[in-house]
C-alpha cells in the first residue's frame, strides 16, 4: 500500500565538475542528482556523481525498482551512472527515460555510446539487472507510475535539456536544470512547469553578474531563479547547479541574499531532505 508522501532528495546539486576538500564541505560537491520519493515509488532525475550515494541508500533500503530521467547527456548528469548500485542488482530493474534529443538519439544509444570503451572498461551488458529504455519528447506527460503525472517541457541548453514537474497525489515539485534565460524575459516553458509548484530545483549557476561572462553556456541565476518563483507563485524554490568554484561561504552569503528577497528560497545542499 503506497502512501501519499512526497519527499525530495538532493543526493548531488553540484553542476559542471564534481568538487571536494574543506571548502564544499556544506553544500557538497557531487553533480547532479536529485530524487524524489512519491509513497514508495523511486524516481531519480539525472545520474551525476551524487547517484553514488543515492545507489547506496536505496540499496540499503531494499528498493528494487527504479526509474530514471535525464535532463540531458552531459558528462555531470550522467557520470555517476556506470556507478549506481541498482544496475548490478540482478533482482532490480531500473527504467531509463530521456526526451531532449528525441528523434536524433534513442536512450538506448545514449547508455550504450556512454559506456563503452576506450571511455569505460565495459558495456551495460555486465549489468545483472532489468533495464527498460523509454524514449519521449519534450512536452508529453509522462505516467511511470500509477498515480504519478510528470509534465516535461523544453529548456534553453545547448543540444537540450528537460524539465519535468512531479505531481503526486495534489502536491507538486519541479526540476529544471540546465537552462539559460534571455535577460528580462521569464521562459514560458518554465513558468508552464513551476505554475503554483510547492517547490522547484533550479539552475542557479551563475549571478547575474556573471552572466554576461558566460552566455551561450545554458545556465540561469539565482536571481533568474527568484523572479520566475513570484511570477509562478511558488511556494518554494532550491538553488542547484552550483559553479565548481563556489564556495560553502559564498553559497551562505548568496542563500542570505536570496531568502531577503524571497523567503522561501534556499540554496540545495547535497544529502538534503526535503518534505515539499
Ligand atoms: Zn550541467
Ligand atoms: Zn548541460
Redesign the pocket.
Known amino acids: 500500500m503506497t502512501s501519499d508522501l512526497l519527499q525530495v532528495r538532493t543526493w548531488g546539486t553540484r ?2 565538475l564534481p568538487v571536494s576538500g574543506p571548502e564544499f564541505v556544506e553544500f557538497g560537491g557531487s553533480t ?1 542528482c536529485i530524487e524524489v520519493r512519491c509513497g514508495d515509488h523511486v524516481l531519480l532525475f539525472d545520474a551525476g556523481s551524487g547517484l553514488l550515494p543515492a545507489g547506496r541508500a536505496l540499496k540499503a533500503e531494499g528498493v528494487k525498482r527504479s526509474h530514471l530521467f535525464f535532463t540531458h547527456c ?1 558528462y ?2 550522467i557520470m555517476g551512472l556506470p556507478y549506481y548500485g541498482g544496475l548490478f542488482d540482478p533482482a532490480a530493474t531500473v527504467d531509463l527515460w530521456s526526451g531532449h534529443m528525441a528523434g536524433q538519439m534513442t536512450t538506448t544509444d545514449i547508455l550504450k555510446s556512454f559506456m563503452r570503451p576506450p571511455f569505460f572498461p565495459v558495456t551495460p551488458d555486465i549489468c545483472p539487472a532489468r533495464i527498460q529504455c523509454h524514449d519521449f519528447g519534450a512536452g508529453e506527460v509522462l505516467q511511470p507510475e500509477e498515480g504519478i503525472t510528470l509534465q516535461t517541457g523544453r529548456l534553453s541548453h545547448p543540444g537540450g535539456a528537460v524539465g519535468y514537474r512531479i505531481g503526486w497525489h495534489g502536491r507538486t515539485v519541479a526540476i529544471i536544470t ?1 537552462t539559460e534565460h534571455d535577460p528580462g524575459v521569464l521562459d514560458p516553458a518554465i513558468l508552464a512547469l513551476i505554475e503554483g509548484v510547492d517547490l522547484f530545483l533550479y539552475d542557479a549557476c551563475y549571478t547575474e553578474a556573471e552572466m554576461g561572462l558566460f552566455r551561450g553556456f545554458g545556465h540561469s541565476s539565482w536571481q533568474q531563479a527568484l523572479l520566475l518563483a513570484q511570477a509562478a507563485g511558488a511556494a518554494r524554490v532550491g538553488m542547484m ?1 552550483h559553479a565548481p568554484w563556489r564556495t560553502d561561504a559564498a553559497l551562505r552569503a548568496m542563500e542570505d541574499e536570496a531568502q531577503a528577497i524571497f523567503p522561501g528560497a534556499f540554496f540545495a545542499r547535497d544529502g538534503q531532505l526535503i518534505r515539499p
Open positions: 553542476g559542471s547532479t552531459h555531470d548528469h540546465d547547479h
